[in-house]
């Protein structure tokens, strides 16, 4: 039976302040006709250049995965992008004032959550896939990333990280439909260890950080004074380490919200193939990088092309 692309019932707008930036702006979410995907387009700049939402326009994946046509940038796309595939949305303009997605809490639940405020319209063009024919691997030796495609009716996820630590070790998160992102996947927020939180801070980074949009993990003995010096930064009245080994910024949704955080990445960056993908995907130490690296992959071998 045809699937059939679909795009937003009518226009949406979010917010936010961007993570690394500290800017203010607002995305508005346009539906789009039959075969357009999904496209930013930089309203705050003159002639609001636009920028499909394509592996082959991924300039940087250094903080999160950004996308780029000669100087024009957009940051952080990655959770907005799972939002869309995750709720069935194939075709929208994506109207931004400034150069960063709103962060939100650090998950896809804003995005899912106004999506569903107006509804998916569906459209008379049927939904093309990227259909996996044999299996494809990409291993990163100085990382130790490997994620694997393999041939499947339907389009899977299975991550596993490892960070080697008490606080944080092995952890695992599964996805076997995307019919579950909405509530198993999307609200699961970003993560950062103390001494990246204070490295990021040191050096101006994370200007729009406020301990609401990222779990962080303590994994060495943390002084009093450390701990008062982070609740002034981020005005709160008193920051503390939890039983778990986490701040006491937030609570967790699931015990293994790391590990399903890092399979919303993945499921964002492969995205950017710009077709839905009818594989299973099995990803070890994924990260912006490989994600993207991996779809490349994908996007080589399927149109047997030379891609820098």
């Known amino acids: 039976m045809a699937e059939f692309q679909g795009t937003l019932a009518a226009s949406i707008h979010i917010s936010g302040t961007g993570l690394h930036t500290g800017k203010q702006g607002t995305m508005t979410f346009h539906p789009a006709s039959p075969g357009f995907g999904i496209q930013f387009r930089r309203t705050d700049l003159e002639g609001k250049p636009m920028i499909p939402a394509h592996i082959t326009h991924v300039v940087d994946t250094a903080r999160g995965t950004t996308i780029g046509?000669?100087?024009?940038?957009?940051?952080?796309?990655?959770?907005?992008?799972?939002?869309?595939?995750?709720?069935?949305?194939?075709?929208?303009l994506i109207d931004l004032?400034?150069?960063?997605?709103?962060?939100?809490?650090?998950?896809?639940r804003y995005f899912v959550e106004a999506i569903e405020q107006v509804g998916i319209q569906t459209q008379s063009q049927t939904r093309e896939y990227i259909e996996i024919k044999e299996e494809l691997?990409?291993?990163?030796?100085?990382?130790?990333?490997?994620?694997?495609?393999?041939?499947?009716?339907?389009?899977?996820?299975?991550?596993?990280i490892d960070y080697a630590t008490k606080v944080l070790g092995k952890q695992k998160a599964y996805l076997s439909s995307l019919s579950e992102?909405?509530?198993?996947i999307a609200p699961c927020r970003t993560f950062?260890?103390?001494?990246?939180?204070?490295?990021?801070?040191?050096?101006?980074?994370?200007?729009?950080?406020?301990?609401?949009?990222?779990?962080?993990?303590?994994?060495?003995?943390?002084s009093q004074e450390e701990l008062d010096r982070l609740a002034t930064l981020f005005n709160k009245p008193k920051v503390k380490v939890?039983?778990?080994?986490?701040?006491?910024?937030?609570?967790?949704?699931?015990?293994?919200?790391?590990?399903?955080?890092?399979?919303l990445?993945?499921?964002?960056?492969?995205?950017?193939?710009?077709?839905?993908?009818?594989?299973?995907?099995?990803a070890y130490k994924p990260g912006h990088y490989a994600n993207t690296e991996f779809a490349?992959?994908?996007?080589?071998t399927l149109n047997s092309i030379s891609y820098d």
């Open 242 to 263: 939890k039983d778990e080994g986490i701040l006491n910024n937030l609570e967790l949704y699931f015990p293994n919200e790391a590990a399903r955080h890092k399979l």
């Open 265 to 282: 990445d993945v499921v964002g960056d492969l995205s950017l193939l710009g077709k839905r993908l009818k594989g299973k995907v099995q």
């Open 192 to 222: 950062v260890f103390l001494h990246e939180l204070e490295f990021l801070l040191n050096n101006n980074l994370i200007k729009g950080g406020d301990l609401s949009n990222a779990i962080v993990f303590v994994n060495r003995k943390v």
């Open 296 to 300: 490349k992959l994908i996007y080589k």
């Open 137 to 160: 691997v990409l291993h990163l030796s100085d990382t130790g990333s490997k994620l694997r495609i393999s041939p499947a009716d339907e389009f899977s996820v299975e991550v596993e």
């Open 97 to 108: 004032n400034m150069d960063e997605i709103p962060i939100r809490d650090g998950s896809s």
């Open 181 to 184: 992102f909405n509530t198993e």
């Open 69 to 92: 046509i000669d100087s024009v940038r957009i940051y952080t796309i990655e959770h907005v992008l799972a939002a869309l595939i995750g709720m069935g949305v194939d075709n929208a």
